[in-house]
């Protein structure tokens, strides 16, 4: 079954990054795993190595003998990740992100505080590969889906992606309802249409 968030970013590097080639779930050949999305825009020479994380009730939680390990279990794909990317992509611009629409913070525990993990995280990626990984989480989160919805109430040829096109429908419903309502306030006399 496809994953709804990999595809909602995979389509924000398609639509707003203009990347021409999106994958989803990439084995690595040297180190076990995966990658969740890679985008690669061909003539600006940049790649995008996304990873996922759309736990919504939770936030972006990974835990192991009832322990937090989410900072560690991201700092090893992450490292994974990179060892890819100036592999495959050497002669491009690779920008490494972690994607996540919760991020919470914890009031009591600092260890299950997700913002410490996060700091954790871009601490030892900076010092172990010199890499910056680029954090869309939360309100960065929203603001690019906000995009996707802004790029879908503008085009109008179908959509492929079924979460584009969800935001197309949704987009072009909220249009026309309101089209219909500025006519429907200018009749004289006013009718009673209910719709």
């Known amino acids: 079954?496809?994953?709804t968030g990999e595809r909602l970013v995979g389509d924000y590097l398609r639509y707003i990054k203009g990347c021409d080639f999106i994958d989803f779930n990439v084995y690595t050949k040297r180190a076990q795993g995966e990658i969740d999305v890679?985008?690669?825009?061909?003539?600006?020479?940049q790649v995008y190595v996304c990873e996922v994380a759309t736990h919504l009730t939770t936030g972006i939680q990974y835990v192991r003998d009832k322990r937090p390990e989410t900072a560690d279990r991201l700092?090893?794909?992450?490292?994974?990740?990179?060892?890819?990317?100036?592999?495959a992509f050497?002669?491009?611009?690779?920008?490494?992100?972690?994607?996540?629409?919760?991020?919470?913070?914890?009031?009591?525990?600092p260890a299950y505080n997700q913002?410490?993990?996060?700091?954790?995280?871009?601490?030892?990626?900076?010092?172990?590969?010199?890499?910056?990984?680029?954090?869309?989480?939360?309100?960065?989160?929203?603001?690019a889906l906000g995009e996707l919805r802004v790029f879908a109430r503008n085009e109008t040829k179908e959509l492929k992606?079924?979460?584009?096109?969800?935001?197309?429908?949704e987009e072009w419903s909220q249009k026309n309802l309101a089209s219909i309502k500025r006519r429907k306030d200018k009749a004289e006399p006013k009718e009673a249409i209910t719709y």
């Open 38 to 45: 890679i985008g690669v825009n061909a003539a600006k020479k």
């Open 115 to 143: 913002f410490v993990h996060l700091k954790k995280i871009a601490d030892e990626i900076k010092a172990k590969r010199d890499v910056e990984i680029t954090f869309i989480i939360n309100e960065s989160y929203l603001k």
């Open 161 to 169: 992606s079924p979460v584009m096109r969800f935001l197309q429908i």
């Open 90 to 109: 050497g002669d491009h611009h690779v920008t490494y992100m972690l994607w996540s629409p919760v991020i919470r913070q914890s009031s009591g525990n």
């Open 1 to 3: 079954m496809e994953n």
């Open 75 to 87: 700092i090893k794909k992450f490292i994974k990740d990179i060892d890819y990317g100036q592999e």
